[in-house]
């Protein structure tokens, strides 16, 4: 990953945007080129999807040091989407969710770990439901570049997986999958 994305930020980078620095993006929620999307087993049985529609972030990539990179993502977890109302404010109730008490999740790297040209791990502590442990985003490398506006974006997708009992939890559906599609703009 750090050698594709030092060769992208050398031969693509914006003027003013120099190659010896740390880029600092914010995630495009405006236009909503972003997504944080998660499945968890429904009672057991099949598979409840849905997203989360109310986030926000930023992240700094530094191409000569990406243990230096941080990322910070807030997500507001009583804007969960499932596709259903009733659902969705069913599972905001204490015994799964607990938006009332805890709205929001928070997580902040600590390190990056590269794990090939366009892949690496991006170790943190994630805060939900007032609990914070560590937690780890498998990130992959998707583009950056110009965009039609005058401005440049760099995007990352990534997957994690939540162990609710971990974040003080009481549901039994096992584990809940996540995944993000991160796009920056350059700041």
Do not use: C
Not at 5 to 32: N, Q, R, V
Not at 69 to 92: F, G, L, T
Not at 110 to 115: A, D, G, L, P, R
């Amino acid at each position: 990953m750090k050698k594709l994305l030092i060769a992208a930020m050398l031969f693509a980078a914006p003027a003013g945007l120099s190659s010896a620095t740390a880029a600092d993006y914010k995630i495009d929620i405006e236009g909503m080129h972003a997504a944080i999307n998660f499945k968890v087993k429904h009672v057991g049985i099949s598979w409840l999807t849905g997203r989360f529609d109310k986030f926000d972030g930023s992240f700094t990539f530094d191409e000569n040091n990406p243990s230096a990179s941080k990322v910070i993502v807030d997500v507001d977890v009583s804007s969960v989407n499932s596709n259903h109302q009733k659902r969705d404010e069913h599972i905001q109730d204490p015994g799964y969710l607990n938006t009332e008490a805890n709205p929001s999740a928070h997580f902040e790297s600590t390190s990056v770990e590269v794990t090939s040209d366009d892949t690496g791990i991006i170790h943190g502590n994630l805060t939900l439901n007032g609990v914070t442990k560590p937690f780890d985003l498998h990130a992959s490398f998707v583009g950056m570049g110009d965009d039609p506006w005058g401005g440049y974006r760099s995007a990352f997708e990534a997957t994690a997986v939540i162990h609710p009992e971990e974040f003080d939890y009481k549901f039994k559906y096992g584990d809940v999958y996540l995944e993000l599609y991160i796009e920056g703009v350059h700041q």
